[in-house]
T-cell receptor
Framework: GQNIDQPTEMTATEGAIVQINCTYQ??????LFWYQQHAGEAPTFLSYNVLDGLEEKGRFSSFLSRSKGYSYLLLKELQMKDSASYLCAVREEAGKSTFGDGTTLTVKP | DTGVSQNPRHKITKRGQNVTFRCDPISEHNRLYWYRQTLGQGPEFLTY????????KSRLLSDRFSAERPKGSFSTLEIQRTEQGDSAMYLC??????????FGPGTRLTVT
């Protein structure tokens, strides 16, 4: 079956760096996505990895190791507005994506 | 605003009633997805379309649920004989093939 694991909650301090991990076991793999979701809002796209390695996008970076079924999202220079849920999603086939339950990040002053 | 719209934004209905939701995707996106999300969980895949063809439907979806995308543009999701367990946020997303998904604001369904 499909299984995506992320920590439920994390807390970090404004200005710091935080790493959110995601491990997955899925029947297929055709890319891994990270989305940000603020409370009461829809998810918004952050990053995409399909090959092993690090993808950097401003304050956000995402890493993928397909052999280990592992990814992380790295957030630098944390701001209060980064408090949100971060969703890891694996695209298993041409269209279908399976989402993890998300990691709720709280940024404290 | 991602460019994906959903209507209505909120729906309260009594158990046993039918409801229909609409999603208007970004116009150049040929793929459209429906998800259901409850508090504290990630979006759960329901079904997706490529143009007007429904390519996959979750096994979790009972036959009370049906979705259409008749002209390959907007889509509707209908739930017949609603149950309290159907209460959730219903999210629609669209994408170009092989690219990230853009989500609409969702329709929050409450079944009383």
């Amino acid at each position: 079956g499909q299984n995506i694991d992320q920590p439920t909650e994390m807390t970090a301090t404004e200005g710091a760096i935080v790493q959110i991990n995601c491990t997955y076991q899925t029947s297929g793999f055709n890319g891994l996505f990270w989305y940000q979701q603020h409370a009461g809002e829809a998810p918004t796209f952050l990053s995409y990895n399909v090959l092993d390695g690090l993808e950097e996008k401003g304050r956000f970076s995402s890493f993928l190791s397909r052999s280990k079924g592992y990814s992380y999202l790295l957030l630098k220079e944390l701001q209060m507005k980064d408090s949100a849920s971060y969703l890891c999603a694996v695209r298993e086939e041409a269209g279908k994506s399976t989402f993890g339950d998300g990691t709720t990040l709280t940024v404290k002053p | 605003d991602t460019g994906v719209s959903q209507n209505p934004r909120h729906k309260i209905t009594k158990r046993g009633q039918n409801v229909t939701f609409r999603c208007d995707p970004i116009s150049e996106h040929n793929r459209l997805y429906w998800y259901r999300q409850t508090l504290g969980q990630g979006p759960e895949f329901l079904t997706y379309f490529q143009n007007e063809a429904q390519l996959e439907k979750s096994r979790l979806l009972s036959d009370r649920f049906s979705a259409e995308r008749p002209k390959g543009s907007f889509s509707t999701l209908e739930i017949q004989r609603t149950e309290q367990g159907d209460s959730a946020m219903y999210l629609c997303a669209s994408s170009r093939q092989g690219h990230e998904q853009y989500f609409g604001p969702g329709t929050r369904l409450t079944v009383t």
